[in-house]
Nanobody, 125 residues
Framework: QVQLVESGGGLVQAGGSLRLSCAAS????????TGWFRQAPGKEREFVAG????????FYADSVKGRFTISRDNAGNTVDLQMNSLKPEDTAVYYC??????????????????WGQGTQVTVSS
């Protein structure tokens, strides 16, 4: 079993930055790839960024490339999402998710079995 807890959301002005963290518990978390997703009101949950379980290969949605950076600590128990140059359209609830041996082979939220509770990010114009 894996448990995920997000932190770091908040309110920021357009052009500002936020850093989200996803803390994981579970002895075998090193074998899990982790993704960040977001869901805005009235919209489907969408993939934002991910990091593979083995080589640490990173993946990004086109809408955040060059602005967001996903990273993992050396122990492999925390995955961060650094968000720069934030825009009002980035406003959403952000979730981290994990699946065993994920390495970018899919981005469908429905295929990730483990989820955090979500953290709100609001970007004002």
């Amino acid at each position: 079993q894996v448990q995920l807890v997000e932190s770091g959301g908040g309110l920021v002005q357009a052009g500002g930055s936020l850093r989200l963290s996803c803390a994981a518990s579970g002895r075998t978390f090193r074998t899990y790839g982790t993704g960040w997703f977001r869901q805005a009101p009235g919209k489907e949950r969408e993939f934002v960024a991910g990091i593979s379980w083995s080589e640490g290969t990173t993946f990004y949605a086109d809408s955040v490339k060059g602005r967001f950076t996903i990273s993992r600590d050396n122990a492999g128990n925390t995955v961060d999402l650094q968000m720069n140059s934030l825009k009002p359209e980035d406003t959403a609830v952000y979730y981290c998710a994990a699946d065993v041996f994920w390495r970018g082979q899919y981005y469908d939220a429905a295929r990730f079995p483990y989820w955090g509770q979500g953290t709100q990010v609001t970007v004002s114009s």
